[in-house]
């Protein structure tokens, strides 16, 4: 932590950024931070609790961030990958931002709480399992040491998809319109997404509506099959829109079985290397056609 | 389509399910054609809707479709290497594979969504395309499941569309009541 508060007072001082944008302890547990001055640098932490991510403050939408000047930005390996997302996608130039890498661990499922507490298979993000990318490698500096693998959690999403995919076909229909006539179209999961990028979004057209505005299941099924769709060998499962979705609409499994379906059918795995093609907008010849006839 | 009723099951009382089908300019609208200039018997309860290529297909049209009240949808385009465009149907390929998965993950019984490659010729396949796609559908029956979720107020009931002209005047009024 301390080599974080140091380096980040050296950033500002010699003016290489004009903000990092961090995480640091609050009355609820820890939350972003923007540094803009080197005296402040020891608000920054780093610890389990640091859920976020903070990649989406440099979504090329949000201005008022931009405005203040050159970002320093700190990332978690699940953050760096979202960040190869934007630069391969060119919503971003890398010499517009310093990316300060953190070895992780894994970060808790609850992050509002007065102090970190060591993982362990009940409070460990159920995401962070079977992470590949504890030492983000796109990263200007590399902080920390280096971190045990994240606990086995008590349930996994992948077995929570399976035990999902198990079922008959009407189950699997009555489980997701239970789960998104939850929806009440905030939008959250959007908002907060750090590769949902576009300028206008679909779900605001109006000539023609393609997804209905309003939050009743015929809306909320179009909407939420078009969000992940839109993600589809894009999302980095930072697990940020579930975490942030105000009526628990369990997101990551079809974040999950998304990855899967591009895993099996295109070998693809989201990593934290820009040049490494996203499945969708890319093809091979020979791709798989079963269900074509 | 006088032609086409006596192989449709309507006279038999079973249900006639309605198909949007995508495809594209300039393989299966041909070859759609083909089938007709060709006289080709196929059930008559597809609803075609034209457009340049499989890439200019977003996923939203099939959802719009099932939203509007179709109980299937059937995509079809270019074979692989044919596509006008070069390279269409691949991004297709890939984007529908995809959503086929998901729909699937989601509940939705994959045989409501046919895709296929047909070329300009290939008239004859068309026909075994639709007639297969209309066969599976009937049996699933209506995709009721979808148009539950339709809003309160905005009818149940599929929506007044092309079909309206094929059920009896009464069921117009029926859907008015409810």
Redesign the interface.
Known sequence: MNELRELARTLLTDGTVRVIIGWEDARRGARPAFVTDPADADRLIFDTRCVHNLVTYLDPRRDNVAELGKIGLVVKGCDAKAIAGLLREAQLNRDDVVLIGVRCGGVLEENELPAAVPLTPENVAPRCYGCDNREPALVDHLLGEAQPEPPRPVTTIDERVAA??AKP?????????EQFGKCVRCYACRQVCPLCVCERC?AEKTRPQ???A?A????N??WN??R??HL??RCVDCGECERFCPVGIPLSL?NR??QQ??GE??GYTVSDDPENAA???????D???E??? | MSDSIDINGAAAGLFEPRITAFVCNWCTYTGADLAGTSRLHMASNVRIIRLPCTGRID??FI??AF?RGADGVIVSGCH??DCHYT?GN??A??????????????????RRM????VSASEGAKWRD?VN?AVTNVRALGPFA??R?????G?GRAAPAGPSAAAVPASAGAKAEAS
């Open positions: 999902l995919d076909l009407e189950e699997r229909w009555a489980f997701w319109t679909v393609w997804i209905e309003s009743h299941p015929r809306g099924m179009s099959i078009t992940a769709l589809a060998g079809m079985k998304l379906i591009v059918r295109y499945p969708i907008g890319d093809y091979r010849l791709d798989k056609q269900f074509i006839k | 996923p939203l959802i719009k939203e692989p290497a390279s691949y991004h390929r890939r984007r529908f594979a995809v959503f086929h998965d998901i729909m699937e993950f989601i509940g939705v019984d994959p046919t895709f296929s490659w395309v297969e499941a979808y539950a979720l339709a809003p309160e905005a």
